[in-house]
């Protein structure tokens, strides 16, 4: 008997690969964007035009979606997914979240289920946020948004230009998870001294 896969996230195909050779019964059926049109219907007009694309607006019947979840049972999901995930799902046993914020799945019918739901917490994204974090400390560091409204001001002010340097500097993490751990590492690469503050402190934090 086959396990059904349900991945309504997009996925690049070595990771669908991945999943379908860890075992000769795994059944991976891809739907991303299928069920736009039913996010589009029940979701924040903001939420809709913020992940959806714009020309996006679902794929199949209702008949054919209803089908696809009828025979899951593992469902992956990105964000925003269907509302009623659990109620269409009979054979549903887990979902996973690609993004990490499990408040995602405060919506829906999911949350406080019967069904394991997990997310991509401490593995989703954690380099390219960190990175864009440690921009954003360098940006008013070093005052970098000066230039632009001064070119437009069409006058120069240096004493305006005051920097700050980070080496040296102390840097506190609120939540040093996947994410915020890799903010660390960065820091402490530019010489900041890094503190790190978490929930549970049973296991040490790299780095």
């Known amino acids: ?9 997009n996925l690049p195909e070595d ?8 075992d ?11 069920f736009d049109g039913e996010i589009r219907d029940t979701w924040p007009t903001f939420t809709v035009d913020r992940y959806l694309s714009p020309t996006s607006y679902g794929q199949a019947t209702k008949e054919e979606r209803d089908k696809l979840l ?3 049972e593992v469902i992956l999901v990105g964000f925003p997914f269907p509302l009623d995930l659990r109620a269409r799902s009979p054979r549903l046993k887990w979902v996973h979240q690609r ?5 995602n799945m405060l919506r829906g019918d999911l949350w406080k289920s019967d069904i394991v739901v997990t997310s991509s917490r401490g593995y989703a994204h954690n380099l390219p946020i960190a990175e864009y974090t440690i921009a954003t400390m360098l940006h008013f ?4 948004h000066l230039p632009e409204q001064e070119r437009k001001a069409k006058k120069l002010n240096a004493r305006e230009y005051n920097v700050t340097q980070l080496s040296g500097k102390t840097l506190c993490v609120l939540g040093a998870g996947g994410i915020g ?3 660390g590492r960065l820091a402490s690469a530019l010489g900041m ?4 503050i978490r929930r549970n402190a049973s296991e040490p934090i790299a780095g």
């Open 1 to 9: 008997m086959s396990l059904e896969i349900l991945s309504l996230t």
């Open 15 to 22: 990771l669908q690969h991945q999943i379908q050779n860890l």
């Open 24 to 34: 000769k019964d795994i059944k991976l059926t891809m739907a991303h964007g299928w």
């Open 70 to 72: 009828s025979d899951a």
């Open 99 to 103: 993004p990490a914020g499990a408040s």
């Open 141 to 144: 560091a070093k005052n970098l």
């Open 181 to 183: 751990t890799e903010v």
């Open 193 to 196: 001294r890094v503190l790190g």
